[in-house]
């Protein structure tokens, strides 16, 4: 995990994750897979109030469980959300597919 750029989290970058997910998953002939972006707030102790993204992978036959990939002390307002998710936005507009040990699987995403 790394910073966030705000100093107010910390973040995974979403293909270094996704590439350790796929090397775990079971042998599959699937080459296409959906990757639901999710989000949520939630506290922490009485106090502490903070918001956490992640995403699920999807394919025809099975589905992950949520893997997180930031966490921040941010209010859920879009313009604080939006500059928390700069790495995460770019990187679903230039990662369409990953190879992994010699196959690639291309990449489609959802939001829920």
């Known amino acids: 995990m790394q ?11 979403l293909k270094d994750k996704l590439i350790r997910m796929i090397q775990n998953m079971p042998p599959t002939e699937v080459d296409k897979l959906t990757i639901k972006l999710t989000g949520d707030g939630t506290c922490v102790g009485s106090r502490l109030h903070v918001t956490h993204f992640g995403f699920v992978v999807i394919t025809d036959k099975w589905r ?5 990939l930031a966490i921040a002390k941010v209010p859920e307002k879009y313009d604080a959300i939006l500059e928390v998710l700069k790495d995460l936005i770019m990187d679903t507009q230039t990662l369409q597919s990953v190879n992994v040990n010699g196959k690639t699987f291309r990449l489609q995403y959802v939001q829920i």
């Not at 910073?3 to 970058?13: S, T």
């Open 64 to 68: 992950t469980d949520d893997s997180i």
């Open 3 to 13: 910073p966030l750029a705000n100093g107010k989290g910390v973040q995974e970058r």
